[in-house]
């Protein structure tokens, strides 16, 4: 008799796929599942009562998404591995779901061959991703940046004052990108000012949090200055305003954003 040594979360809010999960899992004696949840909170708060070796963790959990709380996991029950199981296939997902400290990521639709293997690999402390998705640490930087599409101006992308411009299709790139240009600067003691609409402005300040950052401090001591995007593009006359940003900025870089918003893009300025 092999006495259960490993310990298991399983997080997911369709019940047959939890069942289908446990139910392979204990095939093998040396697992004991000490746990179910249904949603992001109550995933938080078992494994920081019950510490558990492993958590298999599903995305799309209501209340608070499957990233959001892997990250809470990794910070109350440093010692778990997290296996995510999804079927969502964007690696702007699994990108962001593997920089949670997250061992490994497992379509739902390779489970039936994968899921055992997969958590064989993250115990021993290795990383393991779904077969559709082993390439992901030679592409998905790549497929991130193919998403970038630079409007071929005279300065091949740059405004004339030299600052670089980005030009991004994805709302998800756009504001990732956002977001850990606005951490990076922070954490070198820079200061940020992001000219963004209330609803990216309001997910960068959710992102920079979930970081570690102190929203409220680095505004009051001015590291970070959100702008509104209608504010600062104010027209007079079909002409951009010349209020202090307007003339700061040089106005090829307005018309650039002007240009980026006709043709449904999201515009980064460095």
């Known amino acids: 008799m092999v006495t259960p040594s490993i ?130 640490d030679r592409t998905a930087r790549d497929e991130i940046t193919n998403k970038i599409v630079g409007l071929q101006r005279p300065h091949k992308g740059r405004a004339r004052n030299g600052h670089p411009v980005d030009f991004y299709r994805e709302d998800s790139v756009f504001v990732a990108a956002l977001a850990n240009y606005v951490e990076t600067a922070l954490t070198n003691g820079k200061v940020a000012v992001v000219i963004a609409s209330e609803s990216h402005r309001a997910i960068i300040r959710q992102r920079l949090r979930s970081s570690g950052v102190d929203i409220d401090a680095v505004v009051q001591r001015n590291c970070y200055i959100p702008l509104d995007l209608a504010d600062s593009l104010s027209t007079d006359e079909g002409a951009p305003h010349r209020n202090s940003l307007a003339t700061d900025a040089d106005y090829r870089t307005l018309e650039a954003i002007r240009a980026a918003q006709a043709r449904h893009l999201h515009v980064a300025i460095g």
């Open 7 to 136: 310990h298991v979360l399983v997080v997911d809010d369709y019940e047959p796929w939890r069942r289908f999960v446990t139910a392979s899992l204990q095939k093998d004696p040396r697992f004991q599942l000490i746990g179910e949840g249904s949603d992001g909170p109550h995933a938080v708060q078992q494994a920081q009562q019950m510490q558990p070796d492993l958590v298999v963790l599903d995305i799309g959990l209501p209340t608070l998404n499957g990233i959001e709380a892997a990250r809470q996991i990794r910070l109350l029950s440093p010692n778990s591995t997290i296996l995510f199981l999804s079927e969502n296939l964007s690696l702007d997902i699994v990108e962001e779901a593997m920089r949670t400290g997250a061992s490994g990521y497992v379509l739902k639709s390779d489970a039936a061959s994968a899921l055992s293997p997969a958590v064989e690999a993250v115990l021993q402390g290795q990383r393991f991703l779904s077969a559709s998705l082993n390439d992901y």
